[in-house]
């Protein structure tokens, strides 16, 4: 089970009430008024606990858990052992984060301000939010209602901030708009200056970055994860995007809704990327592409090109996925020889 | 127009007036009196607005534009519409950043230290200066005039910093001598231990790092970038160097003058870098290479091997320009087989 | 010698005294009795001064040094000018690491706790420990004795760290247990949530990551170094781990004992890793993979598959290294037909 050093575990629920909120069926046989105490992974879940399968890699973990409960599509149901009770679903993943949000909630924040934390009295903060110590809020900052401010992050003069927010300690955000319920991790810098020089043979000349930071509602951003403000128009992330740790997103950049970027991604400056895009790990786009919807990025490709939505591209320069596999199936029987 | 939220917008100014501030000559009929109010992108700006064209690819977006006046090369005059009023430059963008540098001039710190900030009685911190709340300055630090030190930004015992910095937020500087005009973005780390062990098979020992870190005049560093001091001798950033986001430099590594390092770069320790080379983003460097003047390395490229002076390569291991993007062509043939 | 702006120097020491504390013989008719005064490079080194020569790459600079002593192997020893001393070990980079340490010992903080602190009642902090500006510490977490905690650095509630820990500015730990001896640079962000999302075509769900970051005795972590922690068990980092700059270790992670990891590598989600295993910088692993014990990694590699114990492998996707060889001198044949 969770530390109770640092999680404090709420609950328990019968089966039945975990049954609606991962909305699951019961198992054949299964007894809704069980009551499950805790979440844990399958290794590690005893009688009164419930856990998920929903990676094959993990089966063998799967049939030897002792876990009272346990979230799996119907089709692996036959795998499990005979004392495990089964809620079935489609998207066992979908259930347990619903299930593990139940057994610990996000607490609301604790309104107050600490003494520490330099507030503008030109800064206006909405009713229900937590200023952690050593705060700084520039003039002309708004910030919604209930957002928990890390100890030592900078919030730049103007930036606005939604309900909700979630920001770490350490964070830097300046000429941000953002919306809500927006999850910001520690060391994270948004709003700084674009990389943008006019290239000389004696010196560079510094361009003047002159845009914005727009982050829809629902987007996460991992830890130290840079977002670079606009040279002229805005960089934007679309909603309900999530980005991993030490990711990059360079000047004009423009990201659509729900897209996930994995960590140490680049995207360079201007470069357009449509929705339900996929960005794998260490993945690298160049500058002014165009990325169409659904496109699927392996990790550590590095994009040279304009994509077509839909595609699924790997290798460096990356090309479509199958294309890519040839490739280094031939260069292994070469490399064999 | 920049969010005036964010920026506020000096001007108007005439054409001769842009004229001059750009290095530009008028074009055919152009009228020297005709005010104009601000810059903007070419599909953004209005009739009082100038704008400018610096990469073909948006050829369609010049033609189309609405702005009243565009810097341009002479070449590209003919496609422009019968309204705009030209400025013709061989250089647009470094006209254009001159022009956004007169109508948003990034303002002289207002003096004052803040009461939360913490800096030695035995620092010396020039005229002029502004240190922002929650900022840390040790013993023997000495800051040059005019500079600006953002909020919860720590400065060590003995740091050197030349007049009108802008150090940002959260930054840590140590062990550093640095020169004027050096511009270091929110998160970046410079002077901390390099990474220097003696392995061995039960442990590893740590080898003490007792060089320093110098930086040259009119340097930009990149947020949540990472320069690590000297093992013995120095870590190098020659003067004019402009480094990206998330960028890692080792100790000992020198870099010359008026280099341009994109984000995500990896230069490993000891290696010597020439004047004016150009580091495409995610280029990766082996430790103790030399690479000389001019050269340049696309995006991605992983270098192995010492690097002539001139010679532009790409690739991992990186070869010349050429041979890699034929073997590029040859692996694509093979896998379409 | 050291910059005495920033370092104090130890000793003198006599031959002698180096000689045991390198662990090192007296070269051919080298006098115990010389007195030695700093450590210092080969090319800058003087009459009274140690130096060391541990990469061929540099035997020129040891013929040339005008170093008064050198620790170096004896398999080298007839490369020296006659003027020199030498010390004679197997290890010179060990011997020097050592003497090192003793002209330039790291000195003991001085027990203080800054005024502009937070540090909760309800936090234990051992004797002896330096509390630095702006730091704040959360209810329940425990601090070892002689801990050094840098300006401006955030340690959550319950967070546990040893004895003779060294925390640098700027860091933020959380969920966090903690051996003693752990250093920790800039920037470090250690147990924030993992990227763990149940991704849906309109909507990604968050799922609770309800596991901690455990880290061994020993372990040094680099600047601006992202460690997640785990969503269910825990990401553990085995003692004596070195970590370079700008890493990321995902969630459920684990690394075994004495593990190298250089700068921008990333490790992806519940991947698990042996002993003494080398990854090069900008390496990239995939999720869900087992690495074994002693496994080396060429820097740059991309790692799609399990690895046995003792392999060296590189390229991506990552091969034996002698295949990777062969397949890269395959390629370089061709482009040049």
Not at 3 to 15: E, H, K, M, N, T
Not at 21 to 40: C, M, N, T, Y
Request: aromatic share 4%.
């Amino acid at each position: 089970m969770p530390d109770p050093r640092f999680f404090s575990v709420a609950g328990p629920f019968s089966l039945q009430e975990v049954a609606e909120i991962s909305r699951a069926e019961l198992g054949k046989g299964a007894d809704p008024e069980i009551v499950i105490s805790d979440v844990a992974p399958l290794d590690e879940a005893g009688p009164g606990e419930i856990s998920f399968l929903d990676n094959k890699l993990y089966l063998s973990l799967f049939t030897e858990s002792r876990a009272g409960v346990c979230l799996v599509d119907p089709g692996l149901a036959s795998k499990a052992s005979s004392h495990m009770t089964l809620l079935l679903t489609k998207e066992p993943c979908h259930g347990f984060a619903r299930v593990a949000d139940a057994f610990y909630p996000e607490p609301a924040p604790e309104p107050a301000t600490a003494p520490s934390a330099s507030v503008s009295d030109r800064a206006a903060i909405g009713e229900g939010c937590r200023i952690e110590p050593g705060v700084v809020i520039g003039a002309g900052a708004e910030i919604g209602r209930r957002c928990r401010i890390g100890a030592n992050t900078v919030i730049g003069g103007g930036v606005v901030l939604g309900d909700d927010c979630r920001i770490g300690p350490s964070v830097t955000l300046s000429y941000l708009i953002a919306g809500s319920r927006v999850i910001i991790h520690p060391g994270v810098r948004i709003g700084q200056d674009g990389f943008g020089f006019a290239l000389g043979e004696k010196q560079h000349i510094k361009v003047p970055q002159l845009g914005r930071v727009r982050i829809g509602d629902d987007v996460e951003i991992g830890a130290n994860t840079t977002i670079d403000r606009g040279a002229a128009s805005d960089t934007v992330i679309g909603g309900g995007c999530k980005i991993d740790n030490l990711v990059q997103i360079g000047h004009n950049v423009r990201l659509g809704r729900n897209c996930v970027v994995v960590s140490q991604v680049g995207i360079s400056g201007s470069t357009m990327i449509g929705d339900s895009v996929m960005l794998g790990g260490q993945v690298g786009l160049a500058g002014h592409l165009r990325i169409g919807d659904g496109v699927r990025i392996a990790a550590r490709g590095g994009v040279m090109r304009d994509i077509d939505a839909g595609t699924t591209v790997g290798g460096f320069p990356a090309v479509p996925m199958r294309e890519w596999l040839r490739g280094v199936a031939f260069i292994k029987r070469m490399s064999k020889r």
